[in-house]
Each structure stands twice: as C-alpha cells, then as structure tokens.
C-alpha cells in the first residue's frame, strides 16, 4: 500500500519529486525529515540524467516503495 493518497498518479520524475518531498513531511521529528528531504533531493541530481523511459519508470516504482517502507518503519517505532 503506498503511503500517500496520490502515488498511482506518479508518472514523471518531478511528479516523483514532490511525492516523496510530501511523504517527507509525514515523518515523526524534524531531523527525520530534514535527513530524507536531503536524501530525496540528492537522488533527484544524480538521477537528472537519465533519459531511458522504462529506466525511469523503474526508478519511480522504487521510489515509492521505499518511501512506503521508511514511513512504516518510523509509524512502528513512534
């Protein structure tokens, strides 16, 4: 299950962007948050490049179940 309303909508990487920027902000402490905005907006530039359609696709399907699997393993830890 993914962990914001929204996530079978992403379908470019800037929609992909703002996705994981909102699921950020669902984090319990601000260093949390703080830690994985950085960590998204990194990923973003060292992916910037990438021009393969269904390498991005790949990319975006990971994204999301990453962030599903950070979100619920500080839900169980709060």
């Known amino acids: 299950m993914p962990p914001l309303p929204g996530a079978e ?3 470019n990487p800037l929609q992909l962007y703002r996705y994981l920027l909102r699921c950020c902000k669902l984090l319990p402490t601000e260093s949390l948050q703080h830690y ?3 960590s998204v907006k990194q990923s973003f ?3 910037a490049d990438e ?3 269904e390498r991005i696709q790949q990319i975006i ?3 999301i179940e990453d962030a599903d ?3 619920n393993k500080y839900k169980k830890e709060s």
């Open 45 to 47: 530039r060292v992916h």
């Open 36 to 38: 994985y905005r950085h």
């Open 61 to 63: 399907k990971r994204a």
């Open 9 to 11: 909508l992403v379908h």
């Open 51 to 53: 021009d393969d359609p």
């Open 69 to 71: 699997w950070v979100l």
